[in-house]
């Protein structure tokens, strides 16, 4: 893997990944010649126990693209300058023009509850310089390259001081509210351990001092023995529509050794993990002939300078649908009570993803 | 109030409860001459370490009404039976047709993860005989019985054994994922404290432990104190924008005191909720002239048989909009790490609401 670590004109901070060595002289661009201004803050919720993030950000109202620019596409001699320029990189990472967390938020506001500055980061991973295909369609090199990014990403934003949690994820489709069909996810960069890794952790601690093994490690090995519900299952790697399946074609993808975050996998095992993951992806976009929207997160060790033996590295992929023209919509069960309510079962919709063909290259 | 125990001719159960005495010969009628048959149960869902429920119905597929269909509007003698009968009812409770969670639920299925029975009621409120209205245009002395109607749900399912929660709430609009536009709302009755109110008890128990006072007690005080984000002020209850919003247009509307639950409610401080409440609804249909979707959720203490002096009875309102031309999206950092990202500040979006003129009556 090459890398290179560029400035834009407004300061942000851009990063090409490529299989090939980068050329000496490409240059960061930017829409934009000034930074907007933004000054996010965290506030503490006191019934809910947690973070809430906040950012009303100051945008130049004077640029206006047409509808037709992609800001993720390589900049080319004429028009706005886009974000990532021409050359022969295969992923790009860039700070957000627009972070909800950053590492020069300023002092919060003082408040009824509990404040904070909301350090930390947000980037945009664009995964390829192909704005017709998807994560799923990428070719497995390619593909070990996102993972390859998301890797160094975790490394570098994980050593910073205010970064204690690296959370890459894809939001998919207009559904999900994603308006940029250009394959691309994010990175947050949380300055406290997010509260649902958090519970998982939580769960996998007590599993691991109670059993000595690890919680999904054993999870894992559950659904490969059974096997009614994998998708994948491959000598490092599985993917599977877990027995507790919360949204209807809801799949994980996971090594079957307890590796706790991204850095730990081997090659084999990322080649194999990058296997299974194209799997889900090519399945859940051939099951009615369309891209489903989906939302995808990666969960991991946090970095906040524990030991985390408990954790284990998985993808969890939340697609929007629940039937072709049915969403899944989260209500009064979901989000007031945190009971995901559902009128399918998990090994019917497994048996509909494991019946569509992929192939895998 | 005055209130009628009926059974349907499937079995189901049906409460009406008026403001006049109800005639005698009210009929309690159903769409089905057989109850849709169901067999929900819940699978332990070992990473979130919290229950998930599945309930794979089979309908009469004969039962194809015409689209002017109105199953929550009183029966008439022409046509398809509803779910409701003619009559001087204000309010009336049945149980769903696709219960998610029934007293009659069956043996769960053996899995890799535990299950368990889906036990308990989920039922529907119908709050008025009226199609056109809504639960903010419901005059006060009926809003007064809706809130009547949920606590006498709270007292009956409460006392069941295999009822530990009772959660009433209402989905409101086409945007959370709702088709009938007749005013009404659901009650879920859990086997299991749901993880939200689990969450929210624990830290308000660790508040009162630690203050010897109650969390949101002190919570609205400090909201009344500050004043920038109140929408209503009364002698017994209060509704705000709270200080850490996760939605743009989120309100709380609580009692001023730690009132447990909806049964403990004085006369006088449920009227004054009534009139917070409606303030509250008001608004937001007010803001842009037109109907907001939103969840809203009634939080309480549990029926688990334990005594809860930490629990305060609230409601919280999560509207579906952030902007008039933007919903909310849960994406990747919310539904995959838990943390809300808001890019306006609860203070402008209650000044907003605050400058909305609202008639009570």
Same sequence: chains 1, 2.
Wanted: hydrophobic share 40%; glycine share 6%; with cysteine.
């Amino acid at each position: 893997m090459y890398k290179r670590h560029l400035t834009k004109p407004d300061g942000r901070r851009l990063v090409l990944y490529g299989r090939r060595p980068l050329l000496a002289e490409i240059e960061a661009p930017s829409p934009l010649r000034v930074g907007a201004s933004s000054s996010p803050h965290l506030r503490w919720h006191p019934l809910r126990g947690e973070w809430v993030a906040y950012a009303s950000h100051r945008q130049d109202r004077t640029f206006l693209p047409p509808a037709s620019y992609n800001p993720l596409a390589p900049t080319t001699g004429a028009g706005i300058p886009t974000e990532v320029p021409a050359g022969d990189w295969d992923v790009a990472v860039f700070e957000n023009l627009f972070p909800t967390l950053t590492s020069n938020a300023q002092e919060p506001p003082v408040a009824i509850v509990a404040t904070s500055p909301g350090e930390g980061a947000c980037e945009v991973v664009v995964f390829t310089q192909d704005p017709a295909t998807s994560l799923g369609q990428l070719p497995l090199v390619h593909l070990e390259m996102v993972l390859e990014a998301w890797t160094d990403r975790y490394l570098e934003l994980g050593a910073r001081e205010d970064v204690r949690y690296v959370f890459p994820f894809e939001n998919r489709g207009v559904e999900v509210g994603v308006t940029l069909p250009h394959p691309h996810g994010q990175i947050y960069a949380y300055p406290f351990v997010p509260p649902l890794a958090a519970r998982e952790l939580a769960q996998q601690r007590e599993y691991l001092d109670r059993h000595g093994r690890g919680l999904l490690e054993d999870h894992v090995r559950a659904e490969i023995e059974e096997g009614t519900r994998t998708l994948y299952v491959g000598p490092h790697a599985a993917a599977f529509v877990p027995v507790c399946a919360r949204y209807a074609y809801e799949i994980w993808v996971a090594p079957r050794r307890a590796v706790p975050s991204l850095p730990e996998l081997t090659a084999e095992e990322r080649a194999d993990f990058a296997r299974a993951l194209k799997t889900a992806l090519l399945e859940l976009d051939g099951l009615w002939g369309r891209p489903m929207p989906y939302v995808l997160v990666v969960h991991q060790a946090p970095t906040d300078g524990s030991l985390h033996p408990e954790a284990h590295l998985h993808v969890e992929i939340y697609p929007a649908y629940r039937m072709p023209d049915r969403l899944k919509y989260l209500a009064g069960s979901e989000i007031g009570a945190g009971v995901f309510t559902a009128d399918t079962l998990p090994e019917q919709k497994a048996a509909e993803l494991r019946a569509v063909e992929v192939s895998l290259e």
